[in-house]
């Protein structure tokens, strides 16, 4: 027993056995008191790493090449895609198509024309659908304008996205004249989507190894090597330039057979014709470092520069008229 007079009024006596509190919650209302949470007591998940289909991203001895997951390529997009039942628009457009062509003009120019001037003054209808895009039958600059809205989408912003908007790209851009008879509108988009997805500048990053090459080479290559020319025109405006008649996404392939800065630029269709020339001294070249054609007489002064001449490994030449 504690005696303390004058710690309570009217009471002297204090109990000290020990006792255990009890505690009560007075709060009113739902609370939380019924939460119960099983995953906090669980052990910490794996690295979120392994979580991305064991994606590998190979290193620049491997040409930067980003090699992609099961899952990450058979990622299908939802496509606009024409519709085949809109008959009456289809049928109006091959007639006008036909009235062209009788009037002088190419099918090409034929079919700009009515990219312009639309049959009954609208596109084509069209289904939205999953598609590969450039598997799809759009054509290009749909192609071009499809990927430009996944792009805006913010569908190019981790590194796996942008690999898989190039490889889409350098499947639509295989065509010796998949940039020829764009609109201006799909041209625009082509440089954003450029900008956006980071379109490689430079050969090795895309996997071409060999920087001078001949029409063969580019045969097997032709979509990464058109990719190249839009990353190297995507670079120039990165770092201040402007696109001028010498120098834009439709001239896209430089020159150094006349000029040491390759202006006036060429269309890939020129840059083919001069790879395909029948009669060996006029044929021509690619470099790839530069993006641009080189002449016969050049290219020869590069092999003669070089440890074992062509069979050095920065060459990717077969022309048999070139090579003894």
Avoid: C
């Amino acid at each position: 027993m504690i005696t303390r007079p004058g710690y309570r009024r009217d009471t002297l006596i204090i109990d000290d056995d020990d006792k255990i509190p009890n505690i009560k919650n007075k709060r009113n209302g739902i609370g939380n008191r019924t939460i119960t949470r099983p995953g906090a007591k669980q052990q910490s998940g794996i690295s979120r790493a392994v979580i991305f289909n064991r994606m590998t991203v190979l290193g620049s001895e491997n040409a930067g090449i980003v090699e992609l997951g099961e899952k990450t390529l058979a990622k299908l997009f939802e496509v606009k895609v024409p519709d085949i039942t809109d008959v009456q628009w289809i049928a109006e457009k091959n007639r006008l198509i036909a009235k062209y062509i009788a009037l002088g003009m190419t099918k090409d120019e034929a079919e700009a024309e009515v990219k312009v001037n639309k049959p009954f003054g609208r596109a084509q209808r069209t289904i939205t659908k999953q598609e590969n895009i450039a598997q799809s039958a759009l054509s290009t600059g749909q192609k071009i304008d499809e990927l430009a809205e996944e792009v805006s989408q913010g569908r190019a912003e981790g590194k796996t996205d942008r690999a898989l908007i190039q490889r889409q790209l350098s499947l639509t851009l295989r065509s010796i004249n998949s940039l020829t008879n764009l609109t201006q509108a799909e041209i625009l988009n082509l440089k954003n989507l450029a900008l956006r997805a980071d379109i490689p500048s430079d050969h090795k990053a895309l996997g071409l190894s060999p920087r001078y090459v001949d029409k063969e080479f580019y045969d097997k290559n032709s979509g990464n090597i058109n990719l190249l020319f839009v990353g190297k025109i995507a670079e120039y405006i990165k770092l201040g330039g402007v696109e001028s008649k010498d120098y834009n996404m439709n001239d896209i392939v430089k020159d150094f057979t006349t000029s040491s800065n390759g202006r006036p630029a060429k269309t890939i269709p020129v840059m083919y014709r001069g790879l395909s020339r029948t009669r060996a001294k006029d044929r021509k070249y690619l470099d790839l470092a530069e993006g641009g054609i080189i002449t016969r007489n050049q290219i020869k002064k590069v092999s003669k520069t070089v440890p074992q001449g062509f069979n050095n490994p920065i060459f990717g030449i077969t022309d048999g008229d070139l090579i003894p």
